[in-house]
């Protein structure tokens, strides 16, 4: 989708489930269970949405999705269906990974850095070999001293050969990657969750991360149980959406089963709406040629 001068695409990864009363927190069933239905284990079905900045500089991918790493028995855990493999991670929009300058990690949860490494030759190497990985320092340090609450969703495996290999960029808070392009840091998720804001043109944009994953997330108090600081999440959410509603910006999300992209609105000044784009939006300008 053209964004002023950007290229735009979505790539879904994967799709895999989570505990439904965790991706809600304190909200009763009764009311998430309408927008997001439960399976019989009360899990909910989510994408992992990868959003492909290509601007007139460089291209920029955001997050990596939970990877081919995983054993059977993990696999079933978390409902995962792969739609694509590290390797062709970028084939159903026409780029390849070596083409990739910049990936940008919201933070180092597997779901997001999963598939920021493959197995090639035995080892694990960067799926995108050419690329700074951008990760918020204090995110980085944070994964090496998580207490038993939080580190379950931290693998060593999936980020410690980009430090290896020479493509992790630390970064310290807010940060432009490129021109047009920037991480800022939102703490609530993790304590240095960034998300990314871009802009080109008249057109303004955010990808949200994990601070507010699906469109059912888009009401602030609707925080998920997994976020360390949830009460800031509550306010960081209302504070970015009153700017993208008030400004319409694109607002882009990581982990929605729906059409990912659209518009939020400030209803009667006190609901937002969020109103997805057309499907078609969806289609890559350059698909591979089918052999
Ligand atoms: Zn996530």
């Known amino acids: 989708m053209k964004f002023g001068e950007f290229e735009l695409s979505i790539v879904r990864e994967c799709t895999f489930k989570l505990d439904g009363g965790a991706m809600f927190g304190v909200v009763p069933k009764t009311l998430w269970s309408k927008l997001s239905p439960a399976d019989e284990q009360n899990r909910v079905e989510m994408h992992c949405n990868l959003l492909l900045i290509e601007?007139?500089?460089?291209?920029?991918?955001?997050?990596?999705?939970?990877?081919?790493?995983?054993?059977p028995k993990e696999a079933e855990r978390y409902g995962?269906?792969?739609?694509?493999?590290?390797?062709?991670?970028?084939?159903?929009?026409?780029?390849?990974?070596?083409?990739?300058?910049?990936?940008?990690?919201?933070?180092?949860?597997?779901?997001?850095?999963?598939g920021a490494t493959m197995l090639k030759d035995g080892k694990l190497t960067p799926t995108f070999p050419n690329a700074k990985?951008?990760?918020?320092?204090?995110?980085?340090?944070?994964?090496?001293?998580?207490?038993?609450?939080?580190?379950?969703?931290?693998r060593f495996e999936d980020f410690e050969p980009l430090q290896e290999s020479g493509v992790l960029?630390?970064?310290?808070?807010?940060?432009?990657?490129?021109?047009?392009v920037e991480v800022r840091v939102t703490g609530g998720h993790t304590s240095h969750h960034q998300v990314v804001y871009f802009e080109s043109g008249s057109e303004k944009g955010v990808y949200f991360a994990d601070i507010m994953p699906t469109k059912s997330h888009v009401s602030p108090p609707w925080v998920m149980g997994y976020d360390h600081y949830p009460l800031a999440s509550c306010d960081m959410k209302n504070e970015w959406l009153?700017?993208?509603?008030?400004?319409?910006w694109l607002v882009v999300f990581d982990h929605e089963l729906g059409t990912p992209w659209g518009r939020v609105r400030l209803v009667d000044g006190k609901k937002f709406e969020f109103e997805a784009l057309p499907v078609e939006t969806l289609e890559?300008?350059?698909k591979t040629a089918v052999v």
Do not use: C
């Not at 601007?55 to 054993?71: F, H, S």
């Not at 944070?142 to 207490?147: G, H, P, R, S």
């Open 242 to 248: 009153t700017k993208a509603s008030a400004e319409n």
């Open 284 to 286: 890559p300008k350059r």
């Open 55 to 71: 601007t007139p500089n460089a291209k920029v991918l955001v997050e990596t999705g939970m990877g081919d790493r995983w054993t």
């Open 80 to 114: 995962l269906k792969s739609l694509t493999t590290p390797a062709k991670m970028l084939e159903s929009v026409g780029v390849s990974n070596e083409e990739i300058d910049f990936v940008i990690i919201s933070h180092l949860h597997f779901d997001h850095v999963g």
């Open 169 to 180: 960029q630390l970064v310290d808070g807010n940060y432009e990657v490129t021109p047009g």
């Open 133 to 154: 990985y951008i990760v918020q320092k204090g995110e980085w340090e944070f994964a090496y001293k998580a207490n038993a609450r939080a580190k379950a969703s931290y």
